[in-house]
Nanobody, 115 residues
Framework: QVQLVESGGGLMQLGGSLRLSCAAS????????MAWYRRAPGKPRELVAT???????NYADSAKGRFTMFRDTAKNTFYLQMNNLTREDTAVYYC?????????WGQGTQVTVSS
């Protein structure tokens, strides 16, 4: 069983930065992939960023140039650094890990961007 514990959400001003963290109970080297998703009010869940076991990253168009996903294998934690936040980034963010063909999710953390 894998547990993913998120932290780092909160209220930010337009143009601000925020870093989300997802701490895993297992060695993330054994994860085939990790990702961040978000769900904004009234919208479907959106894939924001992914990182593979080899460290390759991909981003949604809405995140490119502003968000960076990275991992710290020593801490078994992966991150989403979000810069230049806009109101459209307001959502509940969920981390996801794929471990031995099973999917695991964090509890979600709210990010609210306001002026």
């Amino acid at each position: 069983q894998v547990q993913l514990v998120e932290s780092g959400g909160g209220l930010m001003q337009l143009g601000g930065s925020l870093r989300l963290s997802c701490a895993a109970s297992q060695n993330i080297f054994t994860f085939s992939s990790m990702a961040w998703y978000r769900r904004a009010p009234g919208k479907p869940r959106e894939l924001v960023a992914t990182i593979t076991a080899t460290g390759s990253t991909n981003y949604a168009d809405s995140a490119k140039g502003r968000f960076t996903m990275f991992r710290d294998t020593a801490k078994n934690t992966f991150y989403l650094q979000m810069n230049n936040l806009t109101r459209e980034d307001t959502a509940v963010y969920y981390c996801h890990g794929r471990y031995y063909r099973a999917d695991y999710w964090g509890q979600g953390t709210q990010v609210t961007v306001s002026s």
